[in-house]
């Protein structure tokens, strides 16, 4: 594990040669010190894995934080996107990502903070004469959540789509890459996990979560002896993921952090701080890192770092957009 994620920063270093002052990050780190942050690079390395964190936010519009996305990037190159929630097009931009170098798109569910930037991502795709297809990869179908070919048609479909002139994606016509999706098999978190061929230089597992009724998935991503996990949006209902991570060992746990441990808040959807500490307590990763904040959980931070604490006593650090962790 590379000396960059030890200690706290309270002045985040963006990736791709962004830096960010104090003025100019969001209000979480420059206002509550209590943050925990982990030291980033002034770029995403150019050699070996990273993911970075495109948006760090949740489903509400709140200050220096785009809806969840991730961008895996190999040797200086983006080659995995996962998720494109509301806002993480101008992170997508700002972090140099190019949909034409992509193996290709992971979405871990269809809410809006996670998918709401599809559209402008497949736009901007337009642009770059990419001839290669490219695999769209999600969750199936549930009552009122289409599965993931039926959404990019209800999107794009020249007939009857919202962007119909971006319909070329789904024939291969009009200078447009022919994406190619497909849907898992989530059974409301029940459903087997499932390898996904997108790459020979690292390897994706798509395992199923529980996130209520939606259907919704975790993501394994390993490269060489390292791994990154993301867990999507899921609860505490999510036992084979939890069976499939449990002494896994991940470099680093990407955990969704949505929720405070106070009643009212949704837990048949979100796992709940101390829910989160007990997931990475079994996972035994290196570094757990809190993604998917809302301000209501972030307000909480120190009770959060408290409730994981009781079972996870590696290092806990807070992203935020652009932040990249390598392997």
């Known amino acids: 594990m590379r000396t960059m994620f030890s200690g706290l920063a309270l002045m985040g270093l963006g990736a791709c040669g962004m830096m960010f002052s104090d003025g100019d ?37 709140e200050a220096g934080r785009a809806g969840t996305s991730y961008l895996l990037w190999i040797d200086g190159e983006p080659r995995l996107l996962i998720d494109a929630g509301a806002g993480s097009f101008l992170r997508f931009a700002e972090a140099g990502g190019k949909v034409a170098s992509l193996d290709a798109i992971l979405l871990t569910h269809l809410h809006a903070d996670h998918a709401g930037d599809l559209a402008g991502i497949f ?14 990869i999600g969750p199936d179908a549930a009552p009122r959540f ?39 098999e989530t059974a409301e978190g029940s459903a087997a996990a499932t390898g996904l061929n997108v790459s020979n230089d690292y390897s994706v597992m798509a395992i199923p979560v529980n996130h209520g009724v939606v ?14 996990v993301i867990t999507g949006d899921q609860s505490a209902a999510s036992t084979g993921f939890l069976e499939q ?11 969704h952090h949505v929720i405070n441990g106070e009643q009212g808040q949704p837990r048949g959807l979100h796992r709940t701080p101390g829910e ?3 997931l990475a307590g079994a996972a035994k990763p290196q570094r757990l890192v809190l993604t998917h904040n809302m301000e209501r959980s972030l307000g909480r931070i120190s009770d959060s770092l408290s409730a994981i604490a009781e079972h996870y006593d590696g290092p806990v650090s807070v992203a935020r957009d652009l932040d990249c962790y390598a392997l």
């Open 25 to 61: 990050a969001p209000e979480d780190t420059a206002v509550d010190p209590s943050i925990p942050r982990a030291e980033q690079p002034a770029d995403c390395p150019t050699e070996s894995a990273a993911l970075q964190v495109l948006g760090s936010g949740g489903p509400i519009a």
């Open 123 to 136: 736009n901007t795709g337009g642009f770059e004469g990419r001839t290669d297809p490219l695999p769209v």
């Open 146 to 184: 289409p599965g993931t070919g039926e959404f990019l048609v209800s999107l794009m479909s020249k007939e009857s789509g919202a962007f119909a002139y971006n319909g070329g994606y789904l024939d291969g016509t009009e200078n447009k890459p022919l994406l190619e999706p497909r849907d898992i």
């Open 215 to 228: 259907p919704a998935l975790g993501y394994l991503i390993e490269v060489g002896d390292a791994s990154f």
């Open 245 to 255: 991570l449990t002494g896994s060992q991940a470099t680093i746990l990407f955990a």
């Open 276 to 278: 989160i500490g007990m």
